[in-house]
């Protein structure tokens, strides 16, 4: 296996440390890396590219539900939900909810499925306490 030579590690840590502290190319913030942008001009870049949304009307969804997943209303990070067949915007959900949804493809059949089996097996728990 190759290793790059100390001169070359060198060159990459001083090109990085070069811009460390500089204005971002958009807004005048300082840098926090190599691309020329800070952090929430990246951030607002993705949003808009990705959602059709900016990062203050993202803030302003999750503000809407108070900050709380849509469905199991918990205070965690948020993420933007949205129809991958339609690409609209349906809310701000955690990673786990969020996760559930994009694991079944949105399929609501198999998501109602899921509900009933956990229905009967509390159901049928809660017989085998009775019987205990």
Same mark, same amino acid.
């Given at each position: 296996?190759?290793?790059?030579?100390?001169?070359?590690?060198?060159? %990459?840590?001083? !090109? $990085?440390?070069?811009?460390?502290?500089?204005?971002?190319?958009?807004?005048?913030?300082? !840098?926090?890396?190599?691309?020329?942008?800070? @952090?929430?001009?990246?951030?607002?870049? *993705?949003? +808009?590219?990705?959602?059709?949304?900016?990062?203050?009307?993202?803030?302003? @969804?999750?503000?809407?539900?108070?900050?709380?997943?849509?469905?199991?209303?918990? !205070?965690?990070?948020? @993420?933007?939900? *949205? &129809? *991958?067949?339609?690409? +609209? +915007? $349906?809310?701000?959900?955690?990673?786990?909810?969020?996760?559930? @949804?994009?694991?079944?493809? &949105?399929?609501? &059949?198999?998501? !109602?499925?899921?509900?009933?089996?956990? %229905?009967?097996?509390?159901?049928?728990?809660? $017989?085998?306490?009775?019987?205990?």
């Amino acid at each position: 296996m190759a290793f790059p030579n100390n001169d070359r590690i060198k060159a %990459i840590s001083e !090109k $990085r440390s070069w811009y460390i502290g500089k204005p971002c190319k958009n807004c005048s913030n300082v !840098k926090k890396d190599i691309k020329g942008a800070c @952090l929430k001009c990246k951030s607002n870049w *993705h949003f +808009i590219n990705k959602y059709g949304i900016s990062l203050e009307e993202r803030n302003e @969804l999750a503000k809407s539900q108070n900050n709380l997943c849509a469905i199991c209303f918990r !205070k965690v990070e948020l @993420l933007v939900d *949205h &129809d *991958h067949k339609t690409n +609209i +915007i $349906r809310g701000m959900l955690c990673n786990a909810c969020n996760g559930i @949804l994009g694991i079944y493809n &949105d399929n609501i &059949d198999i998501l !109602k499925n899921a509900i009933n089996y956990l %229905i009967a097996s509390s159901n049928e728990s809660m $017989r085998e306490n009775v019987r205990s």
